[in-house]
Each structure stands twice: as structure tokens, then as C-alpha cells.
């Protein structure tokens, strides 16, 4: 009779513990880690994905330790993409060339279907495929995509030949918003722009020299929001 008296508490006990530890995990889920790209230009928020972890994680590492504090962005292509992340940027030369800094290692990709190269997604740059069949990411340098909208004639054709797949939803994205979509499956994407994409096609909008790299230096730092 003891016995059962000391199994039911336990079973109570254990089930509470279920019922409350699920909302903790959901609630978790759900957080979101949001930075903030201060530019010449004006500010961005970007939000990072919780789906791609070790790039997350590995930018809130280096924004906390000060990497992005300064920098260019040294590349710079309208209707592509800016890119940023190269330490070497930190008052820069005019004219010099940038873009083989980097924080020393690289991140494993983390591709996921439906994080796709839309106008105003944060991905990784990364070396190509012959020096990099694991297709691992730089772990300091980023790109912002601007891109362009397609037409549904773009879209056929993209599919056709095999350069790019879509879906439903992505299709109704690159042809409204715009974006890269040759790039899906390629690059890891890790977040996104949620305020402040006038200050992308800013950006994307600066004169460039023959190396892509603006004539006028647009300088940004990276801060973590939360």
C-alpha cells in the first residue's frame, strides 16, 4: 500500500515537469536574435535564423568581441548583393583591394530549403567549389542580398536549365520581392533584413572602381540587439 502511495507523487511530478517544460522549450523556439548594422548610410536590423545555429552562434561570437567594429563594405554589385566581413577594411586605403580577410576558420554549411536568397537575406560567403567541395562558409564574411524581380519567363527558364528550383511560396517571393534565387542551395543563408532594406538599395546604389569596391567608403558596425 506504501508503494503506491510513493509511485502516484512520482507520476504527478513527472508529468507536471512534461507539461511545464514544454511552453519553457516553445518559448525558447521561438526567441529571436536581432543585430544592428550601423552604416554610413543609415541602420539595418537584421534577424538571425534560428535554423542555422553555428552561423548564429558564431555571429553573435565575433560581434561581441568587437570584429565588426568599423568596417567596409568592400564589395558591392546593384542588383546582386554588398558584401562585408574583411578585417583588412579597417581604414583601408583608397583604391586598395579588398576581400581575402577573414576571422581564420570556416563555419560548416547549414543549408535549408526554405531559407532562400530573397532581397534583404544575410548569407555567408565562402571560397568556391574547387578549393571547397564541403562548401563551408567564411566565418567572418557576409553578403546582403539585393537582387532583382523575375518575370515568370526568368523563372521557366532558370528552372529549365537546372540553375534554380522553386516552390510556390519562392516563386511568389522572387517574383514580388526579388532576389537571388540561382544561389539557393549553394550559400548558407542565416537571416534576414526586417527593417531597413531602403538602406540595402543605398548601399547596393554607390559608384564602385573596377574592383566593385564603393569609391566612397561605406563603413558599418555590427551590435547585437538582443
Known amino acids: 500500500m506504501l508503494k503506491n502511495y ?32 550601423e552604416t554610413s548610410k ?14 548564429r552562434d558564431n555571429m553573435i561570437k565575433l ?3 568587437g570584429f565588426y567594429k568599423d568596417q567596409l563594405f568592400h564589395r558591392v ?15 583601408a586605403e583608397k583604391g586598395q583591394r579588398l576581400g581575402s580577410g577573414g576571422a581564420g576558420y570556416t563555419v560548416p554549411a547549414e543549408f535549408h530549403k526554405d531559407l532562400i536568397h530573397k532581397k ?7 571560397k568556391g567549389d574547387s578549393d571547397n567541395p564541403d562548401q563551408a562558409s567564411s566565418a567572418s564574411q557576409f553578403y546582403l542580398v539585393q537582387g532583382r524581380v523575375l518575370t515568370p519567363e526568368e523563372i521557366d527558364i532558370l528552372t529549365q536549365r537546372g540553375v ?21 542551395g549553394s550559400y548558407t543563408v542565416f537571416g534576414e533584413v526586417i527593417e531597413g532594406l531602403e538602406i540595402l538599395d ?24 538582443k
Open 6 to 37: 510513493l509511485i502516484a507523487p512520482i507520476v504527478y511530478i513527472m508529468v507536471s515537469f512534461i507539461f511545464l517544460s514544454a511552453p519553457l522549450k516553445a518559448q525558447e523556439a521561438k526567441s529571436e536574435h536581432i543585430i544592428k548594422f
Open 42 to 55: 543609415g541602420d539595418m536590423l537584421i534577424k538571425l535564423y534560428n535554423e542555422t545555429p553555428a552561423h
Open 63 to 65: 560581434i561581441k568581441e
Open 77 to 91: 554589385i546593384k542588383d546582386f548583393m554588398v558584401q562585408g566581413g574583411d578585417p583588412h577594411s579597417v581604414g
Open 120 to 126: 534583404g537575406a544575410l548569407a555567408a560567403a565562402r
Open 164 to 184: 534554380a528550383s522553386f516552390t510556390e511560396e519562392s516563386v511568389e517571393i522572387y517574383m514580388t520581392l526579388g532576389g537571388t534565387p540561382h544561389l539557393d
Open 202 to 225: 543605398a548601399i547596393a546604389a554607390s559608384p564602385c572602381d573596377a574592383y566593385d569596391r564603393p569609391i566612397e567608403d561605406v563603413i558599418y558596425s555590427i551590435t547585437l540587439i
